[in-house]
């Protein structure tokens, strides 16, 4: 019996591998995407802004929202953005991009 559940795991990690190839492959959103890693580095070497100093910049301009989430994506032109997620007690979500090298807000998106 565990060696078919190993067998199941083991079958299921590589169709995610495979779809992962394959969304970057294709553009996927998620395949943009930098890891915690890579924003970590980036941000201790001075080259990005931390997300931390993103988020309260976003929260000064948004201030009925609360945050929601926060990811390091390449933006439309190929620059690294912060994308910051917000929420009001509404249910309203907007998502604000921050240019993760000036720190300056470019856009926002509602919901």
Do not use: W
């Not at 060696?3 to 995610?16: D, F, P, S, W």
Request: charged share 25%; net charge positive.
């Amino acid at each position: 019996m565990r060696q078919v559940i190993y067998i199941i795991i083991a079958a299921g990690a590589l169709v995610l591998m495979g779809a992962h190839s394959a969304a970057a492959q294709h553009g996927s959103p998620f395949a943009q995407r930098l890891t915690g890693d890579q924003a970590r580095d980036a941000c201790n070497n001075g080259r990005f802004k931390c997300a931390r100093e993103v988020i309260k910049t976003v929260k000064k301009r948004y201030p009925n929202f609360r945050h929601s989430n926060t990811y390091l994506a390449k933006g439309k032109t190929g620059r690294p953005e912060y994308v910051v997620k917000m929420i009001n007690k509404q249910g309203h979500m907007i998502e604000v991009y921050v240019d993760a090298q000036t720190g300056r807000i470019i856009r926002s998106r509602g919901y």
